[in-house]
């Protein structure tokens, strides 16, 4: 049996990035989350799993402002998302990058200017300055200059999520939300997104909150991992942890054949070779990539932090985030 709900992450701070406290939604009489707590703590990566329609999607809406809770709270950085004057709403907000699911690319624009559209629209960066930034995040997730002229269409799938992730990054969030990253990926491409998302976690020391049902994807990355489960976070703890608790939806998910496969396939990589590489690290100009964000990256000093969040973009092309 686990120590607790929300037991201590490995390789994390402990300071709090965000802390849901009985979080309550609704959509008329269909109650999604009902007294549902949640803490995120700094540099770790919290991964949320759950049954379809039990409400991670909502809940992620939920910590970026886009959703006002029946009951409870939810802060971010110590300031809670629903309160606070605009301006303050909107510095909090540029300091997380999201990756939706599908990298919800613009069409009309090309890859460059997909990565350079937070810097345009959040910050009055000189031109000369937004080039140097967006080669710099094309080349942290392994893309070339020539791959910046390129339109989302011609793109293969990972180059979609690199993209994505690079536009994500593109002013240094403290926070990333990736939703479901691998999804529609094959096995050596998600491997591949895999080990760059852990080497520039490593890298650049940000937090990171992660929705995804694939296990390869979860064992490989998450420190800890939140169930959300009866409408609330009923363990949220390291995976070992995790996979003592009692609980059907976890027998399920975790503990079938599809459990058993990823659990060894993660065991035979760590054992092989804990440093995956990536076609990132192989192709990413060294000279090109920024220095360690956050004091939480390895060996960072406090440098100044600039930060984007591309809800506003998803919602420009979709209608909705
Ligand atoms: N705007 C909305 N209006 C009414 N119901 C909604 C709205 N958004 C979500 N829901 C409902 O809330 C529940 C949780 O939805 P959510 O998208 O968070 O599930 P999920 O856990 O992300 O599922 P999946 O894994 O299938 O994507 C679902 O029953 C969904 O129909």
Request: net charge negative.
């Amino acid at each position: 049996m686990v120590s607790g709900p929300d037991t201590a992450p490995r390789g994390a701070d402990g300071a709090p990035v965000i802390e849901v406290q009985g979080l309550r939604t609704a959509f008329g009489t269909h109650v999604v989350h009902e007294n549902l707590s949640l803490t995120v703590r700094r540099g770790e990566i919290l991964t949320i799993v759950g049954g379809s329609g039990s409400g991670k999607t909502v809940l992620l809406r939920q910590i970026l402002g886009l959703e006002t809770p029946a009951a409870g709270t939810v802060r971010v950085f110590g300031q809670a998302v629903d309160q606070g004057s605009a301006k303050e709403r909107f510095a909090l907000r540029q300091r997380w990058g999201v990756l939706f699911q599908g990298g919800a690319l613009f069409s009309a624009l090309s890859v460059f200017d997909n990565v350079a559209l937070p810097l345009r629209e959040l910050r009055s960066l000189p031109e000369a300055i937004v080039r140097d930034v967006v080669t710099m995040r094309l080349s942290l997730v392994g893309l070339t200059d020539d791959d910046a002229h390129k339109s989302p269409a011609d793109l293969s799938g990972g180059m979609v999520k690199r993209v994505a992730l690079a536009r994500a990054l593109a002013l240094d969030p403290e926070l990333v939300f990736l939703d479901e990253p691998t999804a529609g990926l094959d096995p050596t491409r998600s491997d591949e997104f895999v080990a760059l998302i852990r080497r520039l976690h490593r890298q650049l020391g940000f937090t990171v909150v992660m929705v995804t049902h694939d296990l390869d994807t979860l064992f490989a990355l998450a420190d800890r991992v939140a169930v959300l489960a009866d409408k609330k976070v009923i363990v949220c703890a390291p995976m070992d942890e995790v996979l003592a608790f009692d609980h059907p939806f976890i027998e399920t998910f975790f503990l079938g054949e599809r459990g058993r496969r990823a659990r060894e396939l993660n065991e035979a990589r760590q054992s092989g070779d804990d440093e995956p590489h990536d076609s990132a690290e192989a192709k990413a100009t060294p000279g090109a990539r920024t220095p360690p964000a956050h004091p939480a990256a390895e060996g960072a000093a406090a440098t100044p932090v600039l930060a984007v969040e591309t809800t506003h973009a998803k919602e420009a092309e979709d209608g909705k985030p």
